[in-house]
């Protein structure tokens, strides 16, 4: 057993270190850029499988595992704090170089949790998916065909139950998931709204995306006003990407036996303290509904989905907006950029093109 | 036509008015009692009933129709405003002296929404529930057998789907509503902890309502470490009547895939601002469900619920604490209490016994 052990041609390995937790707002200095070397073929007897990292995905939801959060029975492991010390660990597209796994074989390409490094020994490869329509941008599968699109997915037809004609309110809504929602929304004959930080989002939201309207909440010295100015009638479904002010500005325009899917609220990741909602009576007047979900409880509808939406994409009938840093050196950047809303669409990493 | 009308006995009729919409804290002087006239017989061609009130309902939500509220779309019928100068609305059980509806004749005692006075002409007299079973004290119609019982009902078995050992938290627990759900809670399996006001109220859950626990969160310096005492495991389930401080402590203590019934939110009825709740990303990491509802959605269902609980009471198995004032003069200072935490138990004022 001891021979041919790591017997494969050794390599360099770039690596995005998490430096230590992070408390307010985090910086590149969070984050450092090391090489190690990494054998190109598995230890033996691994059931595991090594692979090339191609594309890394930017998420919000890493903010909160760069939290020091005490292990205790209550903390869930899609939000367990980062290592300090170690590679972050997130989504990604990749190919398997090396397979122990009777479900993987050299060649496949890959997209679920890998590190951010060049190479990757994946220990526990069941959670990945195996990708089997390349047709498509590879990049895709760590946004629209990827986690952000079944959350999007799941949190709109799943946690909404939406009903044409409805009332639909997206914040963050040219981001990953947003785009999508809004876009879902527009195909099964809702109005749909969405906010955004910039003019050129809104442009994009009303005129590439489909949106019915859009605002600006940097420019709105009054959400509650702008919402009921674009809901006159008030909301059905609001899909939650920002939490805190937008979240209380909602409440008041909700309309009765609302829902709201709580997606994600990065408005208050980076605060000490959260921001108090105040307007939680409405729960009560209008019977909302207020549902926090995980994609990852929806994974088994995965095939389900993609028969729902790559045809849309091959038709056209859905774009997909992407924001394509290079190069792994940029990607504590392109992470960073999450929070100040530097991103334009979906960031993803190009680590390497196949 | 003309001959005939208002024919009947016109005798005194004392009624408690609702002087003017109330900010802050509500009290005796919002209401003042006053004595009209009544005939007995209800006018000619009317399809409504007229009714000898016997049991009026006190009612936290009546807090909240005490507000000015703007009309509006948004303002549903439950909670629309009193109107000033009129008696106030609320549920009683009450005896037909006369009645022009084929649904009801004379002698038949109802519960529903009348008006605090001795005699009531309802007008609409569809949304009366026929009282079919004397068995059981009449009052309970305005609690355990009316609109409180099926409120606990609702909010308990169809908003939180409770499984047998899940951990159940009731604040408000000795309340019209709480003392139930912790009962139905204990029935179905779960272990189930209260909050109350008193030590009497404590005591009372404890050692007459067979909650596992309770605590008296008057004397508790940390909520969140009270709950965390009494659920070292986390909460399933938090039937919500309380809102505020108490919300975001048991945020804290969520468990994964909990839920939450928002039946009200006595502490925040007064409160010119709302307290703002801090802890809503539990919502995310817990995959948290909260939802506001009315008893009003679930009437359809009462048939099934008295099938439920008639045959409980008549065993034992469940008891209901009420506090029960005497006379329509005291109705004022019985609606006030509940905002003290004065009442024991459900709040009723006998107007007339039969």
């Known amino acids: 057993m001891a021979s041919g052990v790591g017997e494969g041609e050794v390599v360099s390995n770039k690596q995005v270190i998490f430096k230590d937790y992070v408390v307010g707002f985090p910086t590149e200095s969070h984050m450092y850029i090391t090489t190690s070397s990494v054998s190109l073929k598995l230890p033996q007897g691994s059931d595991g499988v090594l692979v090339k990292n191609l594309y890394l995905s930017c998420d919000p939801y890493m903010r909160i595992r760069m939290r020091k959060m005490e292990p205790s029975p209550f903390s869930s492991a899609p939000y367990a704090s980062f290592a300090p010390g170690s590679p972050l660990i997130g989504y990604g597209v990749a190919k398997v170089l090396d397979s122990g796994h009777p479900d993987f074989k050299k060649g496949d390409l890959v997209w679920g949790i890998t590190r951010w490094e060049e190479y990757s020994l994946i220990t526990k490869p069941e959670s990945l998916f195996k990708i089997n329509h390349t047709d498509v941008p590879l990049s895709y599968y760590t946004g629209i065909l990827g986690m952000p699109g079944m959350t999007a997915y799941a949190g709109f037809y799943k946690v909404c139950s939406p009903k044409k004609g409805e ?47 859009a605002f600006n909440y940097k420019e709105e010295p009054d959400l509650a006003a702008a919402l009921k100015r674009c809901f006159p009638e008030g909301i059905d479904i609001y899909f939650e990407n920002v939490g805190g002010k937008m979240l209380d500005a909602v409440l008041l325009n909700m309309r009765l036996h609302g829902r709201i899917a709580v997606c994600g609220m990065i408005s208050q990741y980076n605060l000490d303290q959260p921001e108090g909602v105040g307007n939680l009576m409405t729960i009560i007047y209008k019977r909302v509904q207020i549902t926090g979900f995980s994609v990852v409880d929806y994974y088994p509808e995965y095939s389900k989905f993609l028969d729902l939406v790559l045809p849309h994409i091959r038709e056209g009938k859905i774009t997909y907006i992407e924001d394509i840093a290079n190069g792994l050196e940029s990607s504590p950047a392109a992470l960073i950029g999450l929070f100040t809303g530097r991103n334009v669409g979906k960031q993803v990493v190009a680590v390497a093109r196949e």
């Open 167 to 213: 009332y639909v309110f997206v914040s963050a809504a040219s981001g990953a998931v947003g785009q999508l929602v809004g876009q879902f929304a527009k195909l099964m004959g809702c109005y749909v709204v969405g906010s955004a930080g910039s003019k050129e989002k809104v442009d994009l939201l009303k005129n590439k995306l489909g949106f019915d309207d």
